[in-house]
């Protein structure tokens, strides 16, 4: 018999108790033993007193006690649940974890005290969505060229209702937190804290590189208006919030932010709170893994997967799936380097020789207009909306830097960047 103690028994928490009492027959027959939850620690015991497992507010009960054989951390954050996954670690029992935010700052630390016990995360990216023994186990025969992909349910949802009812930001802003997709304060999701976070764990596992969310490109969706929608039409895009890695030399670019995406490209096509993420490896091609990224028994999904592997096969790999550096040489790319194509958005005064105006500042950086429009806005002001061939992030914000200041833009230039 094996004993898990789970350490954070809300919504997620409280999923992984019923999916193994409730699967319990399939779960042991694919696991070779049986697996039962001895304790849960939870920060108030009224909200969980339905369950009929011990339950307390000390997580020590469960990493002191010797019977407990797997700890399950789902408590949000990053300090407390680093002291806890150490100690869990420290007392040689096998931890499945959720937390991304815990995995964007220390994972390398992690594995280095892991050493031979296990140590599982399936559920830390896209929820129900394997993407983690795909990339580490699945592709593993593969260098991995690049990952694109929709890693956050919430931005999805809203994005998908700009493009397809015309609503404005924050009345579908107000409808994801009624529905309880967005908190009341989303900034971790609209800000792109969140897929960063999940962008970093993959591109460790693909390429062994130890970056932190500071240290990467990472814009979110609160700028975009109907006005980027229409141009996005227009052009055959949709906008999607994209977490992208890409291997390009001896250099690894790590970007997050909104994106235009050709409306027939697979990862278009995935709308509504649903996750995508596409693969593409030397020799396997493209792959696409899509599914649910959030939720309680899609996220428990993934964590019981996880559990049962443990169970079933002890240590089957390091945590991030290689034992000396993954690839010699590689480097985090410099976010200035990163090359893209550009859609931006100016307000202008509607006066004669404007256009002229700021397309030499767009010549004076080297960056090569493919489309312009004009939009009329109120009285003697208009939208001049441009999608450009590729150029790179040192010259798109220098250019933008001097739009801000010509007398002509009456508010901040936007741009997003087209994949």
Do not use: W
């Not at 399936?122 to 025969?141: K, Q």
């Not at 999805?156 to 304060?185: H, I, P």
């Not at 493919?370 to 798109?396: D, M, N, Y």
Request: net charge negative; charged share 20%; with cysteine.
């Amino acid at each position: 018999m094996t004993r898990v103690g789970v350490i954070g028994v809300g919504t997620v928490g409280r999923a992984v108790v019923q999916i193994l009492e409730e699967n319990k027959n399939i779960i042991s027959a694919r696991a070779g033993d049986e697996i039962i939850v001895k304790s849960g620690v939870v920060r108030n015991l009224s909200k969980v007193s339905d369950l009929s497992i011990s339950l307390s507010q000390n997580p020590q009960d469960i990493l002191n006690d010797p019977e407990i054989d797997i700890v399950v951390e789902l408590m949000g954050g990053v300090d407390l649940p680093l002291e806890i996954v150490k100690k869990a670690l420290q007392n040689g029992k096998a931890v499945v974890t959720a937390n991304k935010a815990l995995l964007a700052y220390h994972r390398y630390e992690l594995q280095e005290i892991a050493g031979d016990i296990p140590f599982e995360f399936e559920a830390s990216v896209a929820g129900g969505i394997p993407i983690i023994n795909a990339l580490r186990d699945g592709l593993s025969a593969n260098h991995i060229l690049s990952i694109m992909g929709i890693m956050n349910g919430t931005c999805n949802f809203m994005l998908t209702k700009m493009m397809n009812e015309g609503a404005a930001f924050g009345s579908v802003l107000a409808e994801a937190q009624r529905l309880g997709y967005a908190e009341a304060d989303p900034t971790f999701d609209i800000g792109g804290f969140d897929a960063a976070h999940k962008l970093l764990i993959l591109a460790s596992i693909a390429y062994g590189i130890d970056a932190k969310p500071e240290e990467i490109l990472i814009e979110g969706i609160e700028g975009i208006t109907q006005a980027d929608i229409a141009f996005a039409k227009e052009f055959g895009y949709t906008i999607k919030l994209l977490g992208i890695a890409k291997r390009d030399g001896a250099e690894v670019e790590l970007r997050v932010h909104a994106a235009l995406v050709d409306e027939e490209a697979m990862i278009a096509k995935i709308d509504g709170v649903m996750n995508g993420i596409s693969v593409v490896g030397d020799r396997v091609g493209e792959t696409l893994y899509y599914g649910p990224g959030a939720g309680g028994n899609a996220t428990a999904s993934a964590v019981v997967a996880n559990i049962i592997d443990i169970v079933r096969s002890g240590k089957r790999s390091p945590m991030l799936g290689f034992n000396h550096p993954l690839e010699e040489g590689l480097r985090l790319k410099a976010q200035e380097d990163i090359r893209s194509k550009y859609y931006l958005r100016l307000r202008v005064s509607d006066k004669p020789g404007i256009l002229a105006k700021i397309t030499h500042l767009f010549a004076n950086h080297e960056i090569s207009i493919e489309a312009v429009i004009q939009r009329p806005s109120e009285t003697e002001c208009a939208h001049l909306l441009f999608a450009t061939h590729e150029a790179t992030e040192k010259a798109i914000h220098l250019l933008m830097n001097e739009l801000e200041v010509l007398d002509a833009v009456l508010e901040l230039p936007y741009m997003i960047r087209i994949v």
